[in-house]
């Protein structure tokens, strides 16, 4: 991660220099994904107060970290911790937006697992953990499903939605 800093640079020690890179560092591992991002690092000083920014772009938004102090190594520590937690908040709601959608995995008909030729033959069916109405169940179970597990919204308990001739389902309950 490249840091760009901006401002008269203030006196720092050492020690405070590792703690700020090991905090640099924590961020780049959340943000680097997708090629090297760049930390914009601004002071501006006024009196006896120190303002530090640290801002980064990150899928297409500022992220912006604002925190002023007496002390150079608090107010950038401060700004720094701000700014992860944007990024962190950024970073799930990109996942949760970003991921196909249960009802479509759901649709897709399960596929049988056969043992062998002579024995009987198994379907190992994976039940979704999102609970449902037996009429979302109806419309997710599609045309050529024949049968189709899931949770119960009202009762918590498994359900199997059992497709019949003329358009009829069975809907049995545990």
């Given at each position: 991660m490249?840091?760009?800093?901006?401002?008269?640079?203030?006196?720092?020690?050492?020690?405070e220099?590792?703690?700020?890179?090991?905090?640099?560092?924590?961020?780049?591992?959340?943000?680097?994904?997708?090629?090297?991002?760049?930390?914009?690092?601004?002071?501006?000083?006024?009196?006896?107060?120190?303002?530090?920014?640290a801002?980064?772009?990150?899928?297409?938004?500022?992220?912006?970290?604002?925190?002023?102090?007496?002390?150079?190594?608090?107010?950038?520590?401060d700004?720094?911790?701000?700014?992860?937690?944007?990024?962190?908040?950024?970073?799930?709601?990109?996942?949760?937006?970003?991921?196909?959608?249960?009802?479509?995995?759901?649709?897709?008909?399960?596929?049988?697992?056969?043992?062998?030729?002579?024995?009987?033959?198994?379907?190992?069916?994976?039940?979704?953990?999102?609970?449902?109405?037996?009429?979302?169940?109806?419309?997710?179970?599609?045309?050529?499903?024949?049968?189709?597990?899931?949770?119960?919204?009202?009762?918590?308990q498994?359900?199997?939605l059992?497709?019949?001739?003329?358009?009829?389902?069975?809907?049995?309950?545990?």
């Amino acid at each position: 991660m490249k840091v760009n800093y901006t401002g008269k640079p203030p006196e720092i020690t050492v020690l405070e220099k590792k703690k700020i890179q090991a905090r640099i560092d924590r961020i780049a591992k959340l943000v680097d994904g997708r090629g090297e991002k760049e930390i914009r690092i601004f002071f501006h000083a006024q009196k006896r107060e120190i303002k530090a920014e640290a801002t980064l772009n990150y899928h297409g938004h500022a992220a912006i970290g604002i925190a002023t102090g007496t002390e150079v190594f608090k107010a950038l520590a401060d700004a720094l911790d701000k700014l992860e937690k944007q990024v962190l908040k950024m970073r799930a709601k990109w996942r949760d937006t970003t991921r196909t959608p249960e009802a479509k995995l759901a649709a897709a008909p399960p596929e049988p697992k056969i043992e062998s030729a002579a024995g009987p033959r198994i379907s190992r069916v994976v039940v979704r953990k999102k609970p449902m109405t037996v009429d979302e169940a109806l419309l997710v179970i599609g045309p050529k499903v024949d049968y189709f597990p899931f949770r119960d919204i009202e009762t918590g308990q498994l359900s199997v939605l059992i497709r019949r001739g003329a358009g009829q389902f069975d809907l049995v309950e545990s």
